[in-house]
């Protein structure tokens, strides 16, 4: 028998109700919980999670992977479980109800990977390796199998000294890597594949005690900020796009940081992409979200040219301002990542949960106060 998870009519509450393998005849008065359900629960609570209110439990998270592994192998056991999904846009077509879409399911996996603690972030890890396998072979489960990727990401330790959690994931890390690399065997002109050889380097290069890559981008105002701009201060990075609703949670809760230290050396600094900069200005207007706020996109013509002739320059009106690439030297992390910097450039946390986002910025904070104090006292004495 197979328990498949049912919402009632007369109750609308998920039970879990027999299934005859052979027939998949579901029990007379219950509906099969679609993919779409269990993807949206799947990204409710890992909105839910962000907020201080309601949090759900992982036990919680674990009932809804639960529920969408049932429910992509009913939609795969009745013919409709595969989207055609392009491996590289991540489109899909969704023409039924309960047709499985790959890329909002690895969307939902990831959004609830957003400030989990790394014990959950490693038992997240084996679930969402079980929902790849049980989308179809293709394009469905290279989507899968790349959310794996970035999920284990943050456990992978860049140096060879590892804690038994990060041996465990590196472990994990280059098995996935492998299985992506067989799956687009010929596809590519020797040596890994693109996503490959970019996972290698944003684990090498993104890590904890690792320098933070140089970028530029605009405000919402289009002025640009360089990432030197930010040395002598303690950072963090978040990334977020108006279509995660947990990373636009996450990021409305960064405001406690801005609020409890306001007085300090300390920046927040959001980052989206997008090509609509007129929906972002109206999106940062609802959310009005705390620090900073960075656009990677294309300004108008019209405030490009106040820009530069503001600057001393004059540019055509045909010609656009060349859109900002911090998301591109922090290697296009999915929303809700988020980078916590110290004063000197260096990262020292990531993708942590808010707790211990507090704590680590407190320490660091205090860190360059007292390197501030010892500064000032060096220069006294040598006068």
Do not use: C
């Amino acid at each position: 028998m197979l328990l498949l998870p049912v919402a009632f009519a007369d109750e609308g509450d998920p039970a879990a109700v027999p299934l005859d393998e052979e027939t998949t005849a579901p029990l007379e008065g219950a509906v099969i919980t679609s993919v779409e359900h269990a993807v949206t629960r799947l990204a409710d609570l890992g909105a839910l999670r962000q907020r201080t209110s309601e949090r759900p439990t992982w036990s919680d998270i674990e009932s809804a992977l639960d529920d969408l592994v049932v429910a992509i192998g009913v939609a795969r056991a009745m013919g409709d479980g595969s989207t055609g999904a392009d491996d590289d846009s991540g489109s899909s077509n969704t023409g039924s109800s309960n047709t499985v879409d790959a890329s909002a399911v690895a969307g939902a996996l990831l959004d609830v990977a957003i400030g989990t603690e790394p014990r959950e972030r490693e038992q997240l890890t084996l679930r969402v390796a079980e929902v790849a396998a049980a989308l179809e072979e293709g394009a469905d489960r290279r989507l899968a199998q790349r959310a794996l990727v970035r999920v284990l990401e943050p456990l992978v330790p860049a140096g060879r000294e590892a804690s038994e959690i990060g041996a465990r994931a590196r472990t994990q890390f280059e098995r996935a890597l492998g299985v992506l690399a067989e799956q687009t065997a010929g596809t590519h002109d020797g040596g890994d594949p693109p996503f490959v050889r970019s996972a290698r380097h944003r684990v090498a290069r993104l890590g904890v005690g690792a320098p933070k890559p140089p970028f530029f981008a605009r405000d919402e105002a289009g002025n640009e900020l360089r990432s030197d701009e930010l040395t002598g201060t303690v950072t963090v990075l978040r990334f977020w796009s108006a279509t995660s609703a947990a990373s636009v949670a996450a990021h409305e809760r960064d405001a406690e940081l801005v609020r409890a230290f306001w007085d300090t050396p300390f920046e927040l600094v959001g980052v989206t992409s997008g090509d609509d900069r007129r929906g972002y200005l109206e999106f940062l207007d609802e959310h009005g979200f705390a620090g900073t706020q960075l656009f990677d996109g294309p300004i108008s013509v019209e405030l490009a040219d106040a820009l530069a002739k503001a600057s001393g320059r004059l540019v055509s009106p045909s010609v656009r301002a060349e859109p900002a690439t911090a998301p591109v030297a922090w290697g296009r992390p999915p929303a809700g990542t988020v980078f916590v910097i110290d004063a000197s450039g260096t990262i020292r946390g990531r993708d942590l949960p808010h707790a211990a986002i507090r704590a680590l910025v407190e320490d660091l904070v205090a860190e360059e106060n007292s390197r501030r104090r010892e500064e000032r006292l060096t220069a006294s004495r040598s006068r």
